[in-house]
């Protein structure tokens, strides 16, 4: 609420924000979102997700549930389904890259499994072709957000990204000198209640930037509904690092958005990654960082602040 007292606080400003996964209700009263030339196939069986997940960051103000973190946001849809009915998240991040610009955000609402568990989910750079594109997208100067993915398909058991292994590379491991930094901005997820502990089923780790609420998170559709049903819905039951994720995208375009009306030069990945994760700028997990491995939760108004403070050169 008090980024929503500055200028492009609401997210109303030239800055865009795309969301990539599977399916979304984009009829739905509380969205204004945007499909592109080459979004995709809309899923209607993951429509449930996607609409919670644009509800977080975009629903309007005037809807039943109350507005997202940036009800205005210029917000875009680009479906892992791709043209040909193919699923391709790496072809759907470059799709978002030929939309976006330097500053601009883009979300990924999806996670990969484990080749040979079936079961084991982990951050979708894990996927050589994701991480090259998201390694692209940061490089252009694009806020890449990314859930640290739920641990497992019941969602109950989180993963250390820490012991991850590709042929004996700890590839998401900051102290292994095989590690590979995408330079996106790693989310993990906590409880709603004070102290914020990591839920069991956030995957966690050193790779793990920040975190936000991982449940009872209120935002538009049904879920955990299969598919959404009316364009009415809305659920207090959304969680997991899709939900934390969202929340943390949209504190992402709050912050470009107020920097881009206010005249400032906007954050580039490395130093959104380092002030969504400062601990000094937001609240520390239950266990803290250490133990928890989930980062910090930024605090709008901290960083808000100290950005407005600062000097420009």
Known sequence: MYAWTFAGGKGNSSIKCIDIEQGWMLNHEALDVHTLPLSGYNIASFSSHGTAALGIIMMKENCSAGPGITPHA?????????????????????????????????LLETQSFEAGTGNRLWPVEIQDAVYATILLATALGIIVVEAAGNGNIDCTAGNNLDLYSVQNKKILNPA????????????????????????????????????????????????????AKSTTDYTSQFNGTSAASAIIAGAAIAIQCILKEAGRPLLKPAEMRKMLGDASFGTASANGTGKDKIGAMPDLKKIIDHLLSQQVT
Do not use: M
């Not at 040909?84 to 030929?98: F, M, R």
């Open 74 to 106: 210029n917000g875009f849809v680009v479906s892992q389904w791709r043209p040909d009915g193919s699923p391709n998240e790496a072809d759907a991040v470059l799709c978002a890259i030929y939309y976006l610009s330097a500053g601009d955000v883009l």
């Open 176 to 227: 292994d000198i095989h590690y590979r930094d995408s330079g996106a901005i790693l989310v993990g997820a906590a409880t709603s209640t004070v102290p914020h502990c990591r839920i069991a089923g956030s995957n966690f780790g050193k790779r793990v930037n920040c975190y936000a609420w991982g449940e009872a998170v209120t935002t538009a559709g049904n879920f955990p509904g299969i598919a």
